[in-house]
């Protein structure tokens, strides 16, 4: 019997009950007990054949001891320095083997290290590259043109110098006596609102809704939405009165007069009118559009990070500024000599439009859902996407953020629009779950909520004299709440 470890007659055999297991005729492995102990202890298997082994699966044999005679060449001292030489030979050749494998191992390694690292360098590069390739690529334009004629690329000269000084004649105007303006006498009161209810509805449009405009006398609406209809609702007629055409969804709309003004998502801005005019400056969707108080000023941003300035008098795109992120919503100030774009990064972006230069940055915490001025020029609320929580803050005060930060009015549900009314007091938000009108009182400066309801709206604006409040939700369907 030989050891199936060593080899060598076992001192202590000892058999393995599960190695013969299939074959009960055979007994099964043969181990030197200490040797067998010992990988058991470590492994809990069978050497031979991997199986699970214990201690207690071992089976002790018995057996006449027999001493083994030593062969003939170790019975002498010649014999047996011979059998050492040759054993230092044989450990000293597999030293020198060891120490070979262990320098091929060392250069293979080296050699996958550098290929490793060589790999990271070109990935790093590659990705470098990709992100390089994508901004490019976001910031690609294509020239703004009118139906009709040729395609005419943005002015690089910027904002013509008549433009210049309407934009500073306006401000001068508008911001007079801003602040000492007083309430007009028709306008609603507190007591009013608190009675507002849905005076009527309109049927749900097609292709549903995402905005709405409302013109200087409140008696017109623009709303549109994924069909790439854009329907003029008579508020007061309680109808649609005209019908144009996108090519694409509509994203936002302005009034140029009487003339309405869209966005698509295809990247377009459309201004319908006796002759059509198509601005295609931007490189993707356009999220938002405004117009100046007072001048022929369109101001859009969108996808493509950037905010462009166009003449509409003639017709023509003329200033493009990038940001370094998605632009999502946009207004200018009361008094024009300002533009705010808020972002997908919850940065409020402001720009003096009569050169397109930074202002100010305005930190919201989240992707700015909507923007709007008030009307006293020094405040403006805004909403970050998904909140329920309205932020008022001071434009004078950008650099402090302690005190930017005038008042958070928490609405109890998610808000996607909000709008001040002409006099200040009033701050409508609305979204999914309904709408809700805060107060302001100067006199004690406080905050107050006048009404809450169960009418959801994805846009609100007030009507004329604040006296009626005009929605529409998502389905399409325009609302309009008054005193009842």
């Not at 320098?103 to 290929?115: C, K, P, S, V, W």
């Not at 009033?426 to 309904?434: E, I």
Request: with cysteine; glycine share 8%.
């Amino acid at each position: 019997m030989l050891c199936s470890i060593s080899g060598q007659a076992p001192q202590q055999p000892v058999a393995s009950s599960k190695s013969g297991e299939a074959d009960p005729v055979l007994l099964g492995n043969i181990y030197e007990k200490r040797l067998i102990e010992a990988y058991i202890a470590e492994n809990h298997k069978d050497p031979v054949n991997g199986e699970d082994l214990e201690l207690t699966d071992l089976i002790d044999l018995k057996s006449a001891h027999i001493v083994t005679p030593r062969p003939p060449t170790l019975t002498s001292i010649p014999a047996l320095l011979s059998a050492f030489q040759t054993e230092w030979d044989a450990t000293t050749l597999e030293a020198f083997n060891l120490r070979h494998q262990l320098n091929i191992t060392r250069q293979e390694l080296a050699t996958a290290l550098y290929q490793h690292d060589a790999a990271t360098r070109v990935i790093a590069r590659l990705t470098k590259e990709r992100d390089e390739s994508r901004d490019a690529l976001s910031k690609v334009t294509v020239g703004a043109g009118v139906a009709g004629s040729d395609a005419m690329q943005i002015d690089s000269s910027g904002i013509p110098e008549h433009l210049v000084l309407a934009v500073q004649e306006a401000q001068v105007k508008l911001s007079k006596g801003r602040r000492k303006r007083t309430v007009p006498k028709d306008w609603v009161n507190a007591e009013a609102i608190g009675k507002f209810g849905v005076a009527h509805a309109s049927d749900s449009l097609s292709g549903g809704a995402n905005f709405l405009a409302l013109d200087e006398t409140s008696e017109l609406a623009i709303v549109g939405g994924a069909d790439g209809y854009v329907h003029i609702y008579s508020v007061t007629e309680q109808n649609t009165v005209n019908t144009y055409r996108a090519e694409a969804a509509v994203t936002d709309a302005v009034w140029y007069g009487k003339y309405p003004v869209v966005s698509t998502t295809l990247g377009t801005v459309h201004v319908f009118g006796k002759e059509k005019v198509m601005f295609t400056a931007h490189a993707g969707r356009v999220n938002s559009i405004d117009i100046h108080p007072t001048c022929d000023i369109l101001a859009s941003v969108g996808v493509d990070k950037s905010l462009i300035f166009y003449d509409l008098e003639a017709g023509k795109a003329m200033k493009q500024v990038y940001t370094d992120s998605e632009l999502t919503t946009a207004t200018f100030h009361p008094d024009g000599h300002v533009f705010a774009a808020g972002g997908a990064d919850g940065q409020i972006k402001m720009f003096y439009v009569e050169n397109a230069e930074k202002a100010a940055i305005f930190e919201l915490g989240g992707p700015v859902q909507d923007l709007v001025f008030s009307e006293n020029g020094i405040w403006f609320a805004a909403v970050a996407k998904g909140s329920t929580t309205v932020v008022i803050l001071d434009i004078r005060k950008p650099e402090l953020p302690d005190e930017v930060r005038l008042k958070e009015l928490e609405i109890g549900g998610p808000v996607d629009t909000i709008d001040w009314d002409y006099t200040g007091q009033y701050v409508a938000a609305a979204g999914p779950r309904g709408l809700t009108v805060v107060k302001y009182t100067k006199s004690n400066k406080s905050w107050s909520d006048v009404i809450s309801n169960a009418v959801p709206a994805v846009a609100i604006r007030w009507g004329s004299n604040a006296k009626t409040l005009v929605t529409v939700n998502k389905s399409g369907v325009i609302a309009v709440l008054g005193e009842i």
